[in-house]
Every structure is written in C-alpha cells, then in structure tokens.
C-alpha cells in the first residue's frame, strides 16, 4: 500500500492549481490509487478524514479521495457546477495543518460532479451541508487555495481539540 506524506501549510506546491487529468492517458492512475491509499492509512491512524485531495500529496492532478457520504471513490476532474447563495460558517480542519482549525465561510450546498477512477461518474445537484463544506475545501485545494485564504476574519483560527469539544462531530 503506498502511502504518501502529506504536505504541510507552507510548502508551496499546496499554492499550484492542479492540472485536469486526461483520462486517455494512464500517468494519473498510480497518483489515483496512491492517494486513495493514504487516506486510508489517515483514517487508520488518526481516527478521522473524509477526504484527501492530490495536491496535498504532491500530486500535479485533479484528484479527490472520497470515504464519506458520497462514497469510497477517487473522484478525477472534480467540479462545482452550482453554489447555493446561502452561506455558512464552518469550522475547517486540513490534514496540511492538523492541529488548528479556521473559521471560513462556505456555500449551504453546492452542485458536484466528477468521473470515477474506476470509470463511473458522480453527479449531484445538491449537496447536503456538511457534504458541500468538505467538496469546498478539497476543490479549493486543487485550486491552491488553502482555508487560510479564506478566513471570516483576521485570527479566527483555533486548537481542533477546541472545536471537537465545542461542536458535535456529525454538525
């Protein structure tokens, strides 16, 4: 099972917009399949992760892996293709900085679609909340774009452990 560092704030290759994968060709496959791995060993290790984007491995692709609601699956050339006007705080968590959490706002839901790297397709017109919120985050990071960027306001950063006390896991 390859499994990959993930990349910490700071290190720049998290600020380079990914690159749409080909799908006729095959130099995506073992990026695919090593980060459906890591993630698997993050959940494994820390008791925690719904979603992993290739950027955050060094990968130069657009790839997601997903072990949440949506499913087991590593999305490939993800995209939002709507945005609720409604918007909510949220309490981001990153595994590029894990120890801290930061208050940002994001769309209530969010349309989503993205091919399978087993060869399927994801569509939804609507995402639920907190499906929308992790689809934001991890897109924002194929997009180099970290939860730092966007802060409700200067310092609204605090201990996860702070945050996991604060609100119920399923919130």
């Avoid at 979603?51 to 990968?59: H, K, N, Y």
């Avoid at 989503?112 to 995402?127: K, N, P, Y």
Wanted: charged share 25%.
């Amino acid at each position: 099972m390859p499994v990959r560092p993930v990349l910490a704030f700071g290190d720049p290759r998290l600020r380079r917009p990914a690159r749409p994968v080909d799908l006729d060709r095959d130099d995506w496959r073992d990026d695919a399949r090593d980060l459906a791995d890591t993630l698997a060993d993050l959940r494994r290790r820390l008791g925690f992760g719904r979603a992993l984007a290739g950027p955050q491995i060094g990968s130069p692709f657009r790839l997601i892996a997903f072990d949440c609601a949506l499913g087991h699956f590593v999305a490939v050339n993800p995209e939002i293709t709507w945005r609720s006007e409604a918007l909510m705080p949220v309490w981001d968590d990153c595994f590029s900085l894990p120890d801290l959490c930061m208050a940002v706002m994001r769309h209530r839901s969010v349309g989503f679609q993205c091919a399978r790297s087993d060869g399927g397709a994801v569509r939804s017109a609507a995402l639920d909340p907190a499906l929308a919120e992790l689809v934001q985050h991890e897109i924002d990071h194929l997009d180099g774009i970290l939860m730092s960027d966007r802060l409700v306001r200067p310092g609204a950063v605090v201990p996860r452990a702070l945050v996991r006390l604060a609100v119920h896991p399923a919130a």
